[in-house]
């Protein structure tokens, strides 16, 4: 399977502290995506990573991709409980497609 | 900014049953796609189209049919709805076969087949 796994597939943590979820994958990529989906909702695109990036910053998230691992990492700072959702990496393989794994449950608790 | 809209939030049908999933975009995109989304599965691609009339399977057609005679709209067909396509069915949209660019999704339709 091409898709990326999300590790770990749950994740609860004080308001405040930072969230670290990693995504790995078998193959080379064009660019890896992360999405956020609120609970019964749609997925929304939070950042995404070239393979040729090292690491990219949106407000409070960070990104991280070592290309050489096949693995990438989203750091969430302050968190909020806002951030309470599913995360999902996407990595892009070079086609129109994006191949989704389970995610990770975040929970912030207040 | 990019909408998708989906034509019902929830939807509940009967076995047998011929059911419609619309989804339409105002953004003017070549391609929109189907998932379908299930606990411990993910997301999973059921078909995606490139253009008008144009369209591919994706890894779970079985049971599914598409037509898009419309840029903006993409419909997914349930021939003969079964309980086991119980699922959260996503519709979601791309601006370019070219690399580097998001999904934008809608918001979703959970369909139950009784």
């Known amino acids: 399977s091409q898709q990326g796994e999300e590790d770990p597939q749950a994740l609860s943590i004080q308001e405040g502290e930072n969230a670290t979820m990693n995504c790995s994958y078998k193959t080379s990529i064009n660019n890896l995506q992360w999405y956020r989906q609120n609970s019964g909702r749609g997925l929304v695109h939070l950042i995404l990573?070239?393979?040729?990036?090292r690491e990219k910053h949106s407000g409070r998230l960070r990104v991280t991709l070592d290309t050489s691992k096949k693995s990438s990492s989203l750091l969430i700072t302050a968190s909020r409980a806002a951030d309470t959702a599913s995360y999902f990496c996407a990595p892009n393989f070079g086609n129109e497609k994006l191949t989704f794994g389970t995610g990770t449950r975040l929970t912030i608790i207040p | 900014d990019v909408k998708v809209t989906q034509s019902s939030r929830y939807l509940v049908k009967r076995t047998g049953e011929k059911v419609f999933l619309e989804c339409v975009q105002d953004?003017?995109?070549?391609?929109m796609f189907w998932y379908r989304q299930d606990p411990g599965l993910g997301l999973r691609l059921i078909y995606f189209s490139y253009d008008v009339k144009m369209k591919e399977k994706g890894d779970i057609p079985e049971g599914y049919s598409v037509s898009r005679e419309k840029k903006e709209r993409f419909s997914l067909i349930l021939e003969s709805a079964s309980t086991n396509q119980t699922s959260m069915y996503l519709c979601?949209?791309?601006?370019?076969?070219?690399?580097?660019?998001?999904?934008?999704f809608g918001p979703g339709t959970r369909l139950t087949v009784t």
């Open positions: 990573i070239r393979s040729n990036e």
């Open positions: 953004m003017d995109h070549e391609n």
């Open positions: 979601a949209t791309l601006p370019s076969l070219a690399a580097n660019y998001e999904q934008y």
